[in-house]
Nanobody, 124 residues
Framework: QVQLVESGGGLVQPGGSLRLSCTMS????????TAWFRQAPGKERERVAC????????FQIDSVNGRFTISRDDDKNMVYLQMTNLKPEDTAAYYC?????????????????RGQGTQVTVSA
């Protein structure tokens, strides 16, 4: 059974950094697409960044360009989201998702595997 478990969330001051990790277990083949979504209270879930096995990546949200970096380590079955210069508007629950076949897409539910989320709170 495939499981995705996020970690690394927490409370951080504006301007601070966090690295989210996603541990993927229960499979032996690489995922084609891995992504991070986030959902803030009262807002729709949105894709923050996505990475395909070809190392093409894209950021859906302009506000995180230059501040967030998605990466993956296929040998360790890990996906990361390095977040720097965090802002209060980055406060949200962050979710790791993956799919073996689909390419990067905007729909959270198109990814066959989804984690339970980790909370990131940016506040002074």
């Amino acid at each position: 059974q495939v499981q995705l478990v996020e970690s690394g969330g927490g409370l951080v001051q504006p301007g601070g950094s966090l690295r989210l990790s996603c541990t993927m277990s229960g499979f032996t083949s690489d995922f084609h697409a891995t992504a991070w979504f986030r959902q803030a209270p009262g807002k729709e879930r949105e894709r923050v960044a996505c990475l395909e096995s070809s190392d093409e990546f894209e950021f859906q949200i302009d506000s995180v360009n230059g501040r967030f970096t998605i990466s993956r380590d296929d040998d360790k079955n890990m996906v990361y989201l390095q977040m720097t210069n965090l802002k209060p508007e980055d406060t949200a629950a962050y979710y790791c998702v993956a799919d073996r076949y689909a390419s990067c897409g905007l729909d959270f539910y198109q990814y066959a595997y989804r984690g339970q989320g980790t909370q990131v709170t940016v506040s002074a």
